[in-house]
């Protein structure tokens, strides 16, 4: 089979993950309690869809059963500044590359050059170093250290579609209550429904409950651009899975127990464990660039807890392949249908995989 053939044959359209989102529906502001939430159950095992309230969450977990949560927080990543020759920019950090550079995308009227000095704050001095594609490499010219300039004078990164001033309840909201890796520019917002009362009762009915990390870069926002998906370049984001998540998925795969992925973030960085380990989940740390589509095949977890995405977006195609492309955009419809709240401040999605 020729290279053409190949090609045709994995081909997937942009417009089949497109669908009709009524701006209404996409959530500007937390719901009043954290598990206050609506739950959208899919079981792609028999394709069946069931309404529910996220503090129902307990009733879909057995004693045995293993999730998996992205402990990443969420840091200060944006500020505004100006140019050397005066013009206003807005810089987006989406990586830390060391205590005093970062990569960041930067608004600007015009693009910058080499050596270009800024002022960020009002008091940061940074200077450009150069650019990966559409972000800038900075150093921050200062004795302090990246993260304290931040924290300090930096700003609550809400997504795009939340285009509003950031409020003291972001502050909290904006960040999982078990969140303790700094390093991310946007929550892995599936753990935003969970408080500390749920995560105990779900410890105590035997439930365990494991971490790893993928710091969320600014690329989860980044649309597709391309008509064929399997031409979209994914962002590299820094991942962890470490060895005690390992064992405790292998124990709970032998012994008759499910892994529940909390978050797309949480299955990437799974999937990027077991794809370093020839399909076989190992103790992993590193940048991942993995794009799961349709076709893809799922190694580690059964089970997947989501917010409901945006059309066209990756994160759409990757409950895509873990749910069934038409078992997703049946209960997407039905989501419309029913108002749930979409994205970050939304609803939550429980999917089976589909076998």
């Given at each position: 089979?020729?290279?053409?053939?190949?090609?045709?044959?994995?081909?997937?359209?942009?417009?089949?993950?497109?669908?009709?989102?009524?701006?209404?529906?996409?959530?500007?502001?937390?719901?009043?309690?954290?598990?206050?939430?609506?739950?959208?159950?899919?079981?792609?095992?028999?394709?069946?869809?069931?309404?529910?309230?996220?503090?129902?969450?307990?009733?879909?977990?057995?004693?045995?059963?293993?999730?998996?949560?992205?402990?990443?927080?969420?840091?200060?990543?944006?500020?505004?500044?100006?140019?050397?020759?005066?013009?206003?920019?807005?810089?987006?950090?989406?990586?830390?590359?060391?205590?005093?550079?970062?990569?960041?995308?930067?608004?600007?009227?015009?693009?910058?050059?080499?050596?270009?000095?800024?002022?960020?704050?009002?008091?940061?001095?940074?200077?450009?170093?150069?650019?990966?594609?559409?972000f800038y490499i900075l150093r921050f010219d200062h004795k302090d250290t990246v993260f304290k300039?931040?924290?300090?004078?930096?700003?609550?990164?809400?997504?795009?579609?939340?285009?509003?001033?950031?409020?003291?309840?972001?502050?909290?909201?904006?960040?999982?209550?078990?969140?303790?890796?700094?390093?991310?520019?946007?929550?892995?917002?599936?753990?935003?429904?969970?408080?500390?009362?749920?995560?105990?009762?779900?410890?105590?009915?035997?439930?365990?409950?494991?971490?790893?990390?993928?710091?969320?870069?600014?690329?989860?926002?980044?649309?597709?651009?391309?008509?064929?998906?399997?031409?979209?370049?994914?962002?590299?984001?820094?991942?962890?899975?470490?060895?005690?998540?390992?064992?405790?998925?292998?124990?709970?795969?032998?012994?008759?127990?499910?892994?529940?992925?909390?978050?797309?973030?949480?299955?990437?960085?799974?999937?990027s464990a077991a794809r370093a380990g020839d399909g076989k989940l190992i103790p992993c740390s590193?940048?991942?660039?993995?794009?799961?589509?349709?076709?893809?095949?799922?190694?580690?977890?059964?089970?997947?807890?989501?917010?409901?995405?945006?059309?066209?977006?990756?994160l759409l195609m990757l409950v895509s392949a873990f749910g069934g492309r038409e078992n997703i955009?049946?209960?997407?419809?039905?989501?419309?249908?029913?108002?749930?709240?979409?994205?970050?401040?939304?609803?939550?999605?429980?999917?089976?995989?589909?076998?």
């Amino acid at each position: 089979m020729n290279v053409l053939s190949v090609r045709k044959m994995y081909e997937m359209k942009i417009q089949d993950y497109d669908f009709s989102l009524p701006p209404e529906l996409i959530a500007q502001f937390p719901i009043g309690k954290r598990t206050g939430g609506r739950m959208l159950y899919l079981n792609g095992r028999n394709d069946s869809l069931h309404d529910a309230m996220f503090a129902d969450l307990p009733q879909y977990l057995q004693s045995g059963d293993v999730m998996v949560f992205n402990d990443t927080r969420v840091i200060k990543a944006r500020l505004f500044g100006i140019k050397d020759s005066g013009g206003k920019i807005e810089v987006m950090v989406e990586r830390i590359i060391d205590e005093h550079s970062v990569l960041a995308l930067i608004r600007a009227s015009h693009p910058l050059r080499k050596s270009s000095r800024l002022i960020l704050a009002g008091i940061i001095s940074a200077t450009v170093l150069g650019r990966e594609h559409d972000f800038y490499i900075l150093r921050f010219d200062h004795k302090d250290t990246v993260f304290k300039l931040l924290e300090q004078y930096g700003n609550l990164p809400l997504p795009p579609y939340i285009p509003r001033e950031v409020t003291q309840e972001d502050e909290v909201r904006y960040q999982t209550v078990y969140a303790r890796e700094c390093g991310a520019v946007a929550a892995p917002t599936a753990g935003l429904h969970f408080d500390e009362l749920m995560l105990s009762k779900i410890r105590e009915m035997g439930v365990v409950i494991t971490y790893v990390t993928l710091h969320v870069g600014a690329g989860t926002f980044q649309p597709v651009k391309v008509k064929n998906i399997i031409d979209h370049k994914m962002h590299k984001e820094i991942f962890h899975v470490p060895e005690e998540t390992v064992k405790a998925i292998q124990l709970a795969k032998t012994s008759g127990g499910r892994v529940l992925a909390v978050g797309t973030t949480s299955l990437r960085a799974l999937e990027s464990a077991a794809r370093a380990g020839d399909g076989k989940l190992i103790p992993c740390s590193g940048n991942t660039d993995i794009f799961i589509t349709p076709g893809y095949r799922l190694h580690v977890a059964e089970r997947l807890l989501t917010n409901f995405h945006l059309p066209c977006s990756t994160l759409l195609m990757l409950v895509s392949a873990f749910g069934g492309r038409e078992n997703i955009g049946r209960a997407y419809q039905h989501a419309v249908d029913k108002c749930y709240r979409f994205l970050s401040y939304g609803d939550a999605m429980l999917i089976e995989k589909k076998i």
